[in-house]
């Protein structure tokens, strides 16, 4: 099941990459070399800026459980953690130099609890 659910991901991902190819969302919102969650669907709202390394971060209280999009423009894939520390089956990947203006089609709204660097 864990398998099947991070293959789907990782397929949903994949148009992002092609978009940011001929798209440029307000680039300047987000800072390079930073990953930026959104309280909203379409960048929205809350920014909350992270440079992730490989030990988790738990999400503040702002964020937590209320993520909706995000940039990621570091140069490392991020995943995000429905559950704090880093654990449990239920899992986003944000590749390297993409974004997702809503993680509604993912399954994961207002989940996000944990990230690092994978
Ligand atoms: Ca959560
Ligand atoms: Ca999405």
Redesign the pocket.
């Known amino acids: 099941m864990k398998r099947k659910l991070v293959t789907a991901l990782v397929t ?2 994949l148009p ?1 990459i092609f978009v940011g190819a001929t798209a440029t969302p307000a680039l300047a919102d987000c800072p390079s070399n930073t990953f930026c969650l959104y309280e909203t669907a379409g960048y929205q709202d809350g920014e909350y800026r992270y440079t992730p390394g490989t030990s988790c971060t738990n999400l503040g209280s702002g964020i937590n459980n209320d993520a909706n ?1 995000m940039r990621n423009y570091r140069s490392y894939n991020i995943r995000l953690w429905d559950l704090p520390g880093c654990g449990g089956a239920t899992t986003y990947l944000a590749r390297a130099f993409s974004y ?7 399954g ?1 709204s207002n989940k996000a609890s944990s990230l690092k660097r994978v």
């Open positions: 949903a991902a992002a999009s997702d203006s809503d993680f509604g089609n993912n994961f």
